[in-house]
């Protein structure tokens, strides 16, 4: 399946070259057979049962999200508190799905085998004329696939440079300032998504996806793939720096608590670290490194 399953041949070429930088919109392939995997169908099915496990399912409305008390009962998802709060204008976001629903699963591990990059998926069910998430932009890129209904995408370009993980998020200052920048300018795009499509959203693009003006139930499914980047590579080098004896041994606690001799242990280790670095053999543990980047899990809100 991989990248496949979403794009044309000449579409994934060009990603794998080139990761995207810009917001773009495209049609699902005519033989792909995510339909068949993933439909409205089989996530209605997940809220009438319940079957949905609880702990990934949130409720939410304007960015507001309820208690999951007010939707479950005895720990597990109830379909009557849920219907209730659907007919009251509220979403259903329904995290990391390919842990619980095999065929996505399968998607996500063959996209992760062929770009090196983790990947979850999370499914939005919203109602006509309303809005669960509002303005945010993400820190890895989201490829959104609208399952059925319209969805309407307001996009602004980045005004972060390369936020990643915790670092230049949305929610925090002075990022959060920016939101209300961007508002007040209007967005860069405007989509409306249908069903069929897929919409190609780089990550720090804000967004605000909403059914307004639309008479139809939007459900799609979000596939986010969390980059690689320089960070990760040095991350692991570091961990693997666990292979290095002076960098394993203990630091007395008044060492730690002095910060001029604490500041003689930092010299100390970045110049074991830089020694210990200059040995590494990086076709080597590259082989390592792609071994981890197909197979280490990357899930979402743990």
């Known amino acids: ?112 085998i062929e770009t090196g990059f983790g990947c979850y998926v999370a499914g939005f069910i919203t109602p006509a004329g309303a809005q669960g998430l509002n303005h945010h932009w993400d820190q890895s890129a989201v490829l959104v696939y609208q399952l059925a209904g319209r969805k309407t ?18 929610n925090t200052q002075p990022a959060s300032a920016l939101v209300d920048q961007l508002k007040a300018a209007g967005p860069d795009h405007e989509f409306d998504l249908s069903p069929g499509q897929v919409l190609t959203l780089p990550r720090g693009c804000m967004h605000n996806p909403h059914t307004r003006g639309h008479r139809d139930e939007s459900i799609h499914l979000t596939f986010v793939l969390r980059e690689r980047t320089g960070y990760w590579i040095s991350e692991k080098l570091t961990q693997a720096a666990i292979a290095s004896t002076p960098l394993r041994r203990v630091i007395p606690p008044e060492h730690i608590v002095d910060p001029a001799t604490l500041a003689k242990h930092i010299d100390q280790t970045r110049n074991h670290l830089i020694d210990w670095l200059t040995r590494i053999d990086p076709n080597t543990f590259a082989v390592q490194l792609l071994a981890a980047a197909r197979t280490e899990p990357d899930l979402d809100y743990l």
């Open 153 to 170: 995408w307001r996009i602004w370009e980045p005004v972060v440079e390369e936020p990643h993980r915790d670092h230049l998020a949305s």
């Open 1 to 112: 399946m991989s990248l496949a399953i979403l794009f044309d041949e000449d579409t994934v070429n060009a990603m794998m070259a080139a990761w995207p930088g810009k917001p773009a919109v495209s049609a699902l392939p005519d033989d792909s057979p995510l339909p068949g995997i993933a439909n409205a169908h089989i996530l209605h099915n997940y809220l009438a049962t319940g079957a949905a496990p609880a702990d990934q399912t949130v409720v939410i409305r304007d960015g507001a999200a309820l208690h999951p008390r007010a939707y479950t009962t005895l720990g597990h998802l109830d379909p009557v508190k849920l219907a209730k709060w659907r007919d009251r204008g509220y979403s259903v976001q329904l995290r990391n799905i390919n842990r619980w629903y095999p065929p996505l699963h399968t998607v996500c591990s063959t996209i992760q």
